[in-house]
């Protein structure tokens, strides 16, 4: 993950934990469930490491990585699966960009960007 980047949370099939940001605290509980959610599925079904993230911009994105001897991580899997959770959560990711730009940027957010 590059610096210009802040993980909000992730999953790690090898260690079989869940990271959320104490950063980000302030997102109410029902988000972070159902990231929590997204994320441990996504790790059972296909393994390897699967983040969200900020961009500087308030962009989110997901990324996913494996080990190196990792055989049975399912590559073609992994993007169609990014792909779905990106289209069935997509209103998900566009409320999470809007909180990083109001409450992390302090950007002040018109009615009619909110449209």
Same mark, same amino acid.
């Given at each position: !993950?590059? /610096? $210009?980047? %802040?993980? #909000? @949370? =992730?999953?790690?099939?090898?260690?079989?934990?869940?990271?959320?940001?104490?950063? +980000?605290?302030? %997102?109410?509980?029902?988000?972070?469930?159902? #990231?929590?959610?997204? @994320?441990? #599925?996504?790790?059972?079904?296909? =393994?390897? %490491?699967?983040?969200?993230?900020?961009?500087?911009? *308030? *962009?989110?994105? %997901?990324?996913?990585?494996?080990?190196? $001897? $990792?055989?049975? &991580? /399912?590559?073609? *899997?992994?993007?169609? !699966?990014?792909?779905?959770?990106?289209?069935?959560?997509?209103?998900?990711?566009?409320?999470? *960009?809007? &909180?990083?730009?109001? +409450?992390?940027?302090?950007?002040?957010?018109? #009615? /009619?960007?909110?449209?």
């Amino acid at each position: !993950m590059s /610096d $210009d980047k %802040i993980v #909000l @949370c =992730g999953a790690n099939a090898y260690e079989r934990k869940y990271y959320f940001n104490e950063d +980000f605290k302030g %997102i109410p509980q029902s988000i972070k469930d159902e #990231l929590h959610i997204i @994320c441990v #599925l996504f790790t059972e079904e296909i =393994g390897g %490491i699967f983040t969200i993230a900020f961009e500087k911009g *308030g *962009g989110v994105v %997901i990324e996913t990585d494996f080990a190196e $001897d $990792d055989y049975l &991580y /399912d590559e073609i *899997g992994s993007g169609l !699966m990014v792909r779905e959770v990106r289209r069935n959560r997509q209103e998900l990711f566009e409320a999470l *960009g809007l &909180y990083y730009r109001v +409450f992390v940027l302090h950007e002040e957010i018109g #009615l /009619d960007e909110r449209e």
